[in-house]
Nanobody
């Protein structure tokens, strides 16, 4: 069985920073592409950005210049560094990962709240 666990969500003031982590564990041969998504109250889940196994990234427009996705393949862990946070970044942040080229797994989510 494979698990994805997000961590790092918190309450932060506008302009602040947070780093989220997404750790994959279990019966894993290879972690392929990984991604971050978010879902704000009353809204659909939306893509934040993705990273391939070789480290290539892409981002939604709202995150360009503020968010950075990285990964540590030795730890099967992906990170989301978020800077210059805005109230509209408030959401539950989820990660997903394609494992062994076959199955897509999701984490349970971590809450990020940006408010003064």
């Amino acid at each position: 069985q494979v698990q994805l666990v997000e961590s790092g969500g918190d309450f932060v003031q506008p302009g602040g920073s947070l780093r989220l982590s997404c750790a994959a564990s279990g019966s894993i041969r290879v972690v392929n592409a990984m991604g971050w998504y978010r879902q704000a109250p009353g809204k659909q889940r939306e893509l934040v950005g993705t990273i391939t196994s070789s480290g290539s990234t892409n981002y939604a427009d709202f995150g360009k210049g503020r968010f950075t996705i990285s990964r540590d393949n030795a730890k099967n862990t992906m990170y989301l560094q978020m800077n210059s946070l805005k109230p509209e970044d408030t959401a539950v942040y989820y990660c997903n990962a394609l494992i062994d080229d076959t199955h897509l797994y999701w984490g349970q989510g971590t809450q990020v709240t940006v408010s003064s």
